[in-house]
């Protein structure tokens, strides 16, 4: 067990941030979609039914805290989950076992 005396609180803060942009319905199913695969923003709001304008602000915030990995081909970005807690969150709230 985690002792509160053994988290620096920058660690909390960090942690805290994290919690808080998954706590979006659709940054969360943005989540789930990208920890199965890389997809662009297109993509995205063809399977989610957003505007393309709210999906790039969701993976905008995402990316900004270093939760995604892009890189470009051609003209589209890719984009994938990269933060290796918050595919441990997505299992902990997903897990159908």
């Not at 609180?9 to 941030?17: C, G, S």
């Not at 808080?20 to 969360?28: F, Y």
């Not at 943005?30 to 063809?46: P, S």
């Amino acid at each position: 067990m985690v002792r509160y005396e053994d988290v620096l609180k920058e660690e909390l803060v960090e942690k805290a941030e994290i919690l808080k942009v998954l706590g979006h319905p659709e940054r969360l199913a943005i989540a789930l979609l990208l920890a199965e695969k890389e997809m662009c923003v297109k993509d995205l709001v063809e399977v989610l039914g957003v505007s393309q304008p709210k999906v790039s602000q969701h993976v905008g915030i995402m990316k900004e805290l270093g939760l995604l990995s892009f890189r470009k081909e051609g003209t589209r970005t890719l984009y994938r989950l990269l933060d290796k807690e918050a595919r441990e969150i997505l299992e902990i709230l997903f897990d159908e076992e």
